[in-house]
């Protein structure tokens, strides 16, 4: 089956611009999805196809997909940024959510 | 406002049944595709089933398939999973998500199951 791997966490400093990426066999190929989930809550989409954003998520939120790795950015860093983020893709049928990503803001 | 709300969880015995109910406001429910989604404590996410906004398709996880039914009233407004021979395993936070494309745009805010003896 279709595995998707992110870094366990990524830290960043408030102001500054965190990168997340989320690693599959040829993932450029496919529509990838990335959602915010903060503690307690249900998760959020805040990229759609690679590099979309949803009606109501700031600029600050970026997406790219090429080759092997997509890529989440997080520019200019807030403290309402920490949560874990997750990539999603459908494959063979079936959804697969990435491992996920907790992003700390120092 | 848009809204999913879940309902039906709760505790049961290793091999016992549960059947779990998402009641959506707010938008036209008939033209989403509707997915469950699960989150065992502490863990990651992982999507669970998938309906077609008609329900004529209809896509399981390995982990669930023959003991998962994925189903949907649209005249009611509302998506279901019936859950049978359920696993210590199956212990989750269970969220129900529209998908307007292949993105799971609306989300609701999840029901508990445990599965305990």
């Known amino acids: 089956s279709y595995e998707l791997t992110q870094p366990l966490s990524v830290s960043v400093a408030l102001g500054q611009t965190a990168r997340i990426t989320c690693g599959g066999n040829n993932i450029g190929s496919k529509n990838v999805h990335w959602y915010q989930q903060k503690a307690g809550q249900a998760p959020v989409l805040v990229i759609y196809?690679?590099?979309s954003r949803p009606s109501g998520i700031p600029e600050r939120f970026s997406g790219s997909n090429s080759g092997n790795t997509a890529t989440l950015t997080i520019s200019r860093a807030q403290a309402g940024d920490e949560a874990d983020y997750y990539c999603q893709v459908w494959d063979s049928s079936a959804y697969v959510f990435g491992t996920g990503t907790k992003v700390t803001v120092l | 406002q848009v809204q999913l709300v879940e309902s039906g969880g709760g505790v049961v015995q290793p091999g016992g049944s549960l059947r779990l109910s998402c009641a959506a406001s707010?938008?036209?429910?008939?033209?989403?595709?509707m997915d469950w989604v699960r989150q065992a404590p502490g863990k990651g996410l992982e999507w669970v089933a998938f309906i077609r906004y008609d329900g004529n398709d209809k896509h399981y996880a390995d982990s669930v398939k023959g003991r998962f039914t994925i189903s949907r009233d649209n005249s009611k407004n509302t998506l279901y999973l019936q859950m049978n021979s359920l696993r210590l395993e199956d212990t989750a936070v269970y969220y129900c998500?529209?998908?307007?494309?292949?993105?799971?745009?609306?989300w609701g805010q999840g029901t508990m199951v445990t599965v305990s003896s």
């Open positions: 707010g938008f036209t429910f008939s033209t989403y595709g």
């Open positions: 196809r690679d590099s």
């Open positions: 998500a529209a998908a307007a494309t292949d993105a799971f745009d609306i």
